[in-house]
């Protein structure tokens, strides 16, 4: 008898191993990121790239030229020639906002547009490039990704736009969808979505939001303090203007990869044994699409 | 000609003059906070207020007493018997959590528990204190709020549990629901909602997120620097416990009310002319139940 259930034994575990080996091994959200193989990454071109300097430390930042090329194009051409530097994190709220630029309205423009067309909502982006997420969304008909960007989409109008994560940067303006153009704002805390379709985005944060969790905040300053002294733009400037050696190559995951298409699965249903609980559901602003330093021996650190 | 129709304009005014006036003026959320008198305000149990001294300010938290008896009482034993003074925010990680407590395991926990029953899903609180959101949501069946706290629920289960929102507190923990007790962390950046029914929350910070978010990360240490050093906790204590001259009256809104119910309408769909679009939506944890310092002439500024 005994025989017979350790023969018994055997077969059984004969019969599960295949299934086992079959089953490819799960993998967390990080281990998903660090085992994609190159080919799931792109590299982002470096004038889509601007770098902030706070007394804080850096940001860098991805330009969402797809969404809003005049302004993009704005705030390159403000960079590239200086605009920013020596201006002020002005406006610091706590779990809402910290924006950037000149709010005396007093520096000379340059080439610079103070004053530029909205770009809120893309008619130009096809249902191709759109990577839906196909999860409801209670702000949005849709759902998804435009290159390393969060968006919604409202597939009958045809109409995409970037959503307000946290991380996300904005162009303030003032009534109507034409005035503003070169003061920004990165959302700090849970995602404004309830700003969505109201203000042109022009990129995300990939690295450096904790520069911006340092600022002072405006509620916080003591009498006789100055925001503009407390939270100088040291520089604000072009990845590709910057000189060769202090150059860095930034690669984001594509997100018609399978390597992402994993990671959205994860991240609906953690794999890990620790999670009781999985929701089988991730909004669109859970989702940071991985951005990297591309290293390359000799060139980079 | 030129008299009909300003007889025409003049009658059209009158018909629509009614409609304005019974319309009430509609007010922004911060507005609707502000004029909400004070019958729709509660004074929170200052046996359910702790105090973080840390050296980048002090944090207020509510601890929500109904959805985790067990380990609300725990730390509020740990934090009146000083168990966290000297201990550290010791695992800082931007847009994620800010963890604190005794990650050496070495400090005498007096009447407190090291590892405490999990308090993840309540069965316990009714469907009458719960205020529904009655919009859709990915992560739970119906959202709402209970107290002071954004919460989903499964109506058919009868359960209720606390939402992963921006400055909720959670109770870390090992395997199992019942691995944890004494580490708290902070809910730093957007919602952590797949935790959601994974962790035992106990309250949600009322002030000061600012002097979590200025603590330093983990990932940005630099050789040599020790985290404990760097991030000390001051002070945790139960405001209850400090002298009565140093001890603070919070107050929040009542969920039950005419304001809040205005709240989220407002919420829902911003009054102001600025916005464009408005989504007739708002996400539960996009709604930070309002509270306020009490004030009293003669007593607290």
Redesign the interface.
Known sequence: MTYKILAGAFIFVLMTMPVFAAEEKKLSPSEIVKAAPASDWTEIDPQNLLVLKLKT?TVIMQLATKFAPLNTDNIRTLAHEGFYDGLSMYRVI??FVAQGGDRAEKKHLGGGIKNIKGE?ISKSITKDSFKSLE?????AGETGFVGGFAAGRSSDKKETWLAH???VIGIGRG?G?DSGGTEFYVV???????L???ITLVGRVLKG??AL??LR?TA?LKKGENIDIENPIISLRVMADLPKEEQKTYEVMKTNSSSFNRLLAA?RN?PS???????N???V??VNVPSRLKTMVGKQK
Chains 1, 2 share one sequence.
């Open positions: 430390g706590e779990g809120i999860l409801k969304d209670g702000y994560c946290t991380g009534d969808a700090l805390g849970h995602a404004l979505r309830y969505d379709r109201n939001m904790s969790q340092k905040r916080e991240r953690r044994s620790w999670f009781l609980e999985t929701p559901y991730v909004d602003c859970a």
